[in-house]
């Protein structure tokens, strides 16, 4: 089956609000086996909303609506979709108790606006909001679905794990989808290209490769479709399989596991400590690898060595080092990763020193020049990476390459 999101609101299209709820929306469908077609974003307009819709209806079997479900004048979802399907608005007994007892439970009084989120269109099936006083809302017609849920994104996830998920699923039958994302680092969307293009030529029909780059990362997303969770599943394994034969280096993970994730994985497992002395990324490394939750089991912290007075009397990087060589060189970067690593009395450390942009770079050094270090107790490997001129991507690029730089140290020294 075929599906359309509808997210209406003049918050999103303003860009007020991210849309974040569409792409949520897309992962869940998907897991039922439910292909989307089309993302809109609409208008808190009467015509913009119908037009949309007769739009929607004409390729997609399933039509999922977000916004405008709220008490107050500017939300006419409701009335919108009361004319749409030529019905009326009553109120609805089992919605009014609960939104009674949330108001009795909080100690607010019920105004005659809450009291009209209980009327609904005397058409619809009624989908229960546990963590609002908007209901959604399920038409049907001519064999099409059509469901409206509320914007706020805590009560319209709840509303399609808990009813309509399990709902679709009835309508669905067999239809399966499968993803899985293959996470690289360390080369180019086209050079990768290159090694793989005869593993991608021969994959099988019912499988569909795309390329999705970032800075410094490249995933590889697998799509398999067809009738069978499981058939499809290990059809996709094998794929992997081959795929892991060709490029073992460049692989380091999939799906959604972060770079700071699956390091701290493997320091908590191996008992390590980890510090991080940082000039260009200005501290970006460790607010990544903090993000982790338990981080502090195996982080120490930090020091950011903007300015070469901060790495000579900090890191107690050397005065000569910087003078001869200056704050951007190899010779800097290791100092700070084995200065940083003893003076706070880690196993491992990270270090960088860059020209991060769009100012500050010469024909010697231009921007992008960026140089990382790794320590350990008995080694200290520094790499030099040129990057772009945009400042934000290259703090983003040294922090994945960083991070990969270490997560080959951990597994190299295990």
């Not at 679709?168 to 090694?195: M, P, W």
């Not at 107790?377 to 990969?404: G, H, M, P, Y």
């Amino acid at each position: 089956m075929k599906a359309t999101i509808i997210n209406i609101g003049d918050e999103l299209l303003i860009g007020q609000v991210i849309n974040s709820n569409a792409s949520w929306i897309a992962q869940q469908l998907n897991t039922i086996g439910i292909d989307v077609l089309r993302i809109n974003i609409v208008s808190d307009k009467a015509d913009d909303i119908f037009n949309v819709l007769d739009e929607a209806k004409i390729k997609a079997d399933i039509i999922l609506m977000t916004g405008g479900l709220g008490p107050t004048n500017d939300d006419i979802t409701k009335e919108t979709l009361c004319k749409y399907f030529n019905t009326c608005l009553v109120l609805n007994e089992s919605v009014i108790h609960e939104i009674s007892e949330i108001f009795k439970k909080r100690g607010l009084t019920l105004t005659e606006k809450n009291r009209k989120q209980a009327e609904v269109p005397e058409s619809c099936t009624v989908i229960p909001n546990k963590q609002g006083t908007a209901p959604g809302m399920w038409f049907e017609q001519n064999e099409k679905i059509f469901i409206s849920m509320p914007g706020v994104p805590y009560e319209m996830k709840a509303m399609i794990s808990d009813f309509i998920i399990p709902m679709l699923k009835e309508k669905t039958g067999k239809d399966a989808i499968v993803h899985k994302t293959i996470l690289t680092q360390g080369i180019g969307e086209s050079f990768l290209s290159d090694i793989i293009e005869d593993w991608e030529n021969n994959l099988p029909k019912d499988v569909n490769l795309a390329y999705l780059p970032s800075p410094g990362l490249v995933r590889l997303r697998l799509t398999a479709k067809g009738i069978d969770y499981d058939v499809l599943s290990n059809i996709i394994e094998n794929e992997i399989t081959k795929l892991k034969k060709l490029i073992p280096e460049y692989i380091y993970g999939f799906d959604s596991e972060a770079l700071e994730l699956i390091i701290g994985k493997l320091l908590t497992e191996r008992g390590k400590t980890l510090v991080t002395a940082e000039s260009c990324t200005g501290g970006y490394i460790a607010h990544c690898i903090t993000k982790v939750p338990g981080s502090s089991v195996y982080f120490k912290g930090s020091i950011i060595a903007y300015s070469n007075e901060v790495k000579e009397n900090l890191l107690n990087v050397k005065h000569e080092t910087l003078v001869e060589h200056g704050a951007v060189s190899e010779e800097t970067v290791k100092e700070m990763a084995k200065n940083i690593r003893l003076k706070l009395n880690a196993n491992f450390s990270i270090a960088v020193s860059g020209i991060a942009g769009p100012d500050g770079g010469t024909p010697e050094k231009p921007v992008g020049l960026v140089y990382i270090a790794v320590a350990s107790k008995d080694s200290v490997l520094v790499e030099k990476f040129q990057f772009w001129n945009n400042r934000l991507a290259n703090i983003e690029r040294a922090t994945v390459n960083a991070l990969n730089m270490l997560r080959k140290e951990i597994i190299k020294k295990a």
